[in-house]
């Protein structure tokens, strides 16, 4: 049996009246490569933020390897192997790509961020690493801020990769791209996955990247879980039918 990576149980968040995570039980297995979805207001952003430590939990647990991280610092948690891409940018525009990169690579290594470190060479080897990785090593001198949209977000995931993720968040990782961009984007996360064993769980509104490539599928609305399942039990659920795909799926 695989190890479970993730376990989340009765969690719950509510701002003010508004309950945006409800009772949730969710859970992920060391290598899963799985999708969240729902309309908007779901409260996908909301159980990131939790994972994340951005917000505290009302109740309920976020186990992570085991370790109940619920109500754990930002930092805390990304040091102990959750990185995020994509929500909000963690991009220096005025610091070039490599320097972006190397200061997240120094920050995992425990080294605090200064701006004073750049002869500093620790990490160097990791940074050119991921660089390559996402395709950005021939754009490593350029200035973040100049790069274009598609390399932003290569970056972006460069800055996660970075913190050596064992299980990666990605909020929407194809959002704003062209059809190229997308399939590029999504063949290095299935790359990720697959020959860099890291977990992955992903929020997208387009539904063909997500049955394309979510193993497993769990479909969020007002706050609860409607179904979770491999991708057909979900494409042919009568409810997700009428909370979410309509006539598209
Ligand atoms: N910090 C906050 N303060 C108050 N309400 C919030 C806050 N964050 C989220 N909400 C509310 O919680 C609900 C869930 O929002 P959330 O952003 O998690 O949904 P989502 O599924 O990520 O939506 P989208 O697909 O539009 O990004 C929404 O009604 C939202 O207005």
Do not use: W
Request: aromatic share 6%; net charge neutral.
């Amino acid at each position: 049996m695989k190890t479970k990576i993730l376990e989340v149980s009765g969690l719950n968040k509510s701002f003010g009246g508004l309950h945006a995570t409800r009772n949730l039980d969710f859970a992920l297995s060391e290598g899963d490569l799985d999708a969240i979805i729902g309309p908007n207001g779901a409260g996908k952003s909301t159980f990131f933020n939790l994972l994340t430590g951005y917000h505290r939990p009302d109740s309920g647990s976020i186990l992570f390897n085991g370790e109940n991280i619920a109500g754990r610092l930002p930092h805390e948690i990304t040091r102990m192997g959750i990185s995020r891409a994509f929500q909000i940018s963690n991009i220096f525009p005025k610091m070039t790509a490599f320097h972006n990169v190397r200061s997240a690579v120094q920050a995992q290594m425990g080294l605090a961020f200064s701006l004073f470190r750049s002869a500093d060479k620790s990490g160097n080897e990791q940074t050119e690493e991921v660089l390559s990785l996402c395709g950005l090593i021939e754009k490593r001198e350029a200035m973040a801020g100049a790069l274009s949209q598609g390399d932003k977000k290569k970056l972006e995931l460069a800055i996660a990769l970075a913190g050596k993720p064992k299980l990666l968040l990605l909020d929407e990782p194809t959002a704003g791209m062209s059809l190229e961009e997308t399939q590029e984007t999504m063949a290095l996360v299935d790359h990720l996955n697959r020959d860099r064993n890291i977990t992955v769980l992903f929020t997208e509104h387009d539904l063909s990247v997500v049955f394309n490539h979510a193993r497993n599928i769990t479909l969020l609305h007002y706050g609860r879980i409607i179904i979770q399942g491999m991708p057909d039990q979900v494409r042919m659920n009568e409810t997700a039918q009428k909370v979410y795909f309509g006539e598209q799926y």
